[in-house]
């Protein structure tokens, strides 16, 4: 097992106010422009799962999961005025858009990186020099997901010949790693068809097998903590590749790691077992 470690960042943070007063007192930030129409889903993928979402006008919708809290939500619009779009993420990080309406679209995804957020809603305490805020901790945690994210896909490694494929399309586990107190699984997805394919859902879960003759499946779902670079649509004739990431854990030789991807408004679906033994044994 190796432990990747990041050698010469320095991460220095300027305490800044993060009240909406404080915000409206500090030089104005120049908001990016986002444009959706009514034909289309436009995504956009936040860094932490979406708490509340809201537009300034009718003529713009976004909608996301209010059961459940996930990290994209989609956006449509109606001809008519610019409005605004206000997003608040599950650790109270802040992020405000233009929209705009435009019949032709050249973009419908945007992936939406921390460095966008404008603030907090939850003001940060003056007087606490020991104890560092939540929101910090969290970014830190993310930033580190994120760079070692990033050095896995760049690295060759691999766990062994994990592949299945369905009319066309491909699923590869190229490797699975370990690293302070968690599991990477670096994840392809090749579509060799002449269809794109919307991705609806890739989930892992935990199955254990019941032996004798009245044999059943019980299967438990594993929440990843941090995806990166996670796809919602791969064109015919290319590839995705990302990463989960999830807390550790081991399994006994009676249980494995089922991986199932799903497809929207389609029946490309693959469902994937992985042996207890590339669990148990990371790079």
Not at 79 to 84: A, D, L, T, V
Not at 239 to 259: E, G, N, P, T
């Amino acid at each position: 097992m190796k432990t990747f470690i990041l050698i010469g960042f320095v991460y220095i943070f300027a305490p800044r106010l993060c009240s909406a007063q404080a915000t409206a007192q500090q030089q104005p930030i120049p908001l990016d422009t986002i444009y959706a129409n009514d034909t289309k889903n436009v995504a956009l993928f936040f860094p932490e799962p979406i708490r509340q979402g809201i537009t300034g006008s009718d003529n713009f919708v976004f909608t996301y999961n209010r059961e459940k809290e996930q990290y994209f939500g989609l956006l449509q619009a109606k001809p008519g005025k610019e409005s605004n779009l206000l997003v608040v993420n599950r650790n109270g990080l802040i992020f405000s858009y233009i929209v705009r309406y435009k019949k032709q679209l050249s973009k419908l995804n945007y992936f939406i990186p921390l460095s966008n957020s404008i603030g907090n809603e939850r003001p940060i305490v003056k007087d606490s020099v020991l104890v560092k805020s939540s929101e910090e901790l969290v970014d830190n945690s993310t930033y580190y997901y994120q760079k070692f994210c990033s050095y896995l896909l760049n690295r060759k490694q691999r766990i062994g010949r994990i592949k299945k494929r369905n009319e066309g399309i491909i699923l590869t586990v190229e490797n699975i790693v370990f690293d302070k107190d968690e599991l990477y699984f670096v994840i392809k997805i090749e579509n060799t068809s002449t269809l794109d394919y919307d991705l609806n859902f890739l989930n892992l879960s935990i199955e254990t097998i019941q032996k004798g003759k009245r044999k059943s499946l019980q299967q438990l779902y594993k929440e990843p903590i941090y995806k990166h670079n996670v796809p919602s649509k791969i064109k015919e004739n290319e590839l995705a590749r990302f990463v989960y990431v999830l807390s550790k854990f081991s399994l006994s030789d009676d249980r494995r790691a089922i991986l199932k991807l799903n497809e929207k408004d389609g029946e490309r679906n693959i469902e994937m077992k992985l042996s207890h033994r590339y669990i148990n044994n990371p790079n």
